[in-house]
T-cell receptor
Framework: DTGVSQDPRHKITKRGQNVTFRCDPI?????LYWYRQTLGQGPEFLTY????????KSRLLSDRFSAERPKGSFSTLEIQRTEQGDSAMYLC???????????????FGPGTRLTVT | AQKVTQAQTEISVVEKEDVTLDCVYE???????LFWYKQPPSGELVFLIR??????QNEISGRYSWNFQKSTSSFNFTITASQVVDSAVYFC??????????????FGKGTKLTVNP
């Protein structure tokens, strides 16, 4: 399978615990995005990486959230001291951005559904 | 600010009917991209189409067609002869090309399409 993969697919945690999600993008894709989707809503942008550099973060990304993309390959999204409001589907997407200006279609993974009890 | 509005929350049709999903967008930029994604019950967003703001030609792909009208800021999606497998949530999205920033997608809230046999 050469698509975007995410792990785990489901995570149930208690309020106050830390959780970490992983995203493996399509090989050689230089951009990686994180989105959050709550029930009945469209995905909302959280952050993105160009190779290993995190270039933009949404105001939705509070200090409890941190994302990394070491070596420009896979990425992790960590949520510290989880709150019930963090319950959502966390989606990862990757793209091969080329040209001037850089652009490329985003391909999404299956998502990680987080439930905070 | 960018905004995408999908006024139809849910649509239900009988198989073989044609159905049109509406999308209205707002942007101050003259250069932008519009997208449609499909999200089946499995949860993974599937890319359907990208259209740039300079190309107003309608596009047809099999049973799918798209009508882009800049004059009304609309990018509507029609499924001809709908099938049960078309049942999903459909999202319209907007992005600006990279200007040193991301191509983050701004999504509408989605339209849930149910095709009944």
């Amino acid at each position: 399978d050469t698509g975007v993969s995410q792990d785990p697919r489901h995570k149930i945690t208690k309020r106050g615990q830390n959780v970490t999600f992983r995203c493996d993008p399509i090989s050689e894709h230089n951009r990686l995005y994180w989105y959050r989707q709550t029930l009945g809503q469209g995905p909302e942008f959280l952050t993105y990486f160009q190779n290993e550099a995190q270039l933009e973060k949404s105001r939705l990304l509070s200090d409890r959230f941190s994302a990394e993309r070491p070596k420009g390959s896979f990425s992790t999204l960590e949520i510290q001291r989880t709150e019930q409001g963090d319950s959502a589907m966390y989606l990862c997407a990757s793209s091969l951005a080329v040209g001037t200006p850089l652009r490329g279609e985003q391909y999404f993974g299956p998502g990680t559904r987080l439930t905070v009890t | 600010a960018q905004k995408v509005t999908q006024a139809q929350t849910e649509i239900s049709v009988v198989e073989k009917e044609d159905v049109t999903l509406d999308c209205v967008y707002e942007t101050r930029d003259t250069t932008y991209y519009l997208f449609w994604y499909k999200q089946p019950p499995s949860g993974e967003l599937v890319f359907l189409i990208r259209r740039n703001s300079f190309d107003e030609q309608n596009e047809i792909s099999g049973r799918y067609s798209w009508n882009f009208q800049k004059s009304t800021s609309s990018f509507n999606f029609t499924i001809t002869a709908s099938q049960v497998v078309d049942s999903a949530v459909y999202f319209c999205a907007l992005s600006e090309p990279d200007q040193g920033g991301s191509e983050k997608l701004v999504f509408g809230k989605g339209t849930k399409l149910t095709v009944n046999p």
